[in-house]
């Protein structure tokens, strides 16, 4: 059974940064996944942050955030990261790290929702003015 567990969130001032983290455990091929970042900000639906291939060489990202946030990954603890850089208040949300339903499921196909097999508890992440 997968179990991903994230950590970091927290109040940040705007401009301020925050890196989340998500240990991952009943994987067995984490390291061969591709792996994701949702959030969901207060009142709206659950949306893509940014995802990453198994090797870690290629990410995506929403429009929103590029240039501010960086997704990576460490395969030999099975951790994921998400650093985020020069906060703003939109970025306020409850942050949730996916894996996929299958291994065959590439970090493009990550950025549709459906393609999620598992989610984390979520972390909150509030961002103030």
């Known amino acids: 059974q997968v179990q991903l567990v994230e950590s970091g969130g927290g109040l940040v001032q705007a401009g301020g940064s925050l890196r989340l983290s998500c240990a991952a455990s009943?994987?067995?091929?984490?390291?061969?996944?591709?792996m994701g970042w949702y959030r969901q900000p207060p009142g709206k639906e659950r949306e893509f942050v940014a995802t990453i291939t198994w090797k870690g060489d290629i990410t995506y990202y929403r429009d929103s955030v590029k240039g501010r946030f960086t997704i990576s990954r460490d395969n030999a603890l099975n951790l994921v990261y998400l650093q985020m850089d020069d906060l703003k208040p939109e970025d306020t949300a409850v942050y949730y790290c996916?894996?996929?339903?299958?291994?065959?499921?590439?970090?493009?196909?990550?950025?549709?929702?459906?393609?999620?097999?598992?989610w984390g508890q979520g972390t909150q992440v509030t961002v103030s003015s």
């Open positions: 996916a894996a996929p339903g299958s291994i065959a499921t590439t970090a493009q196909m990550m950025g549709v929702m459906r393609h999620v097999g598992s």
């Open positions: 009943g994987l067995s091929m984490f390291a061969y996944s591709a």
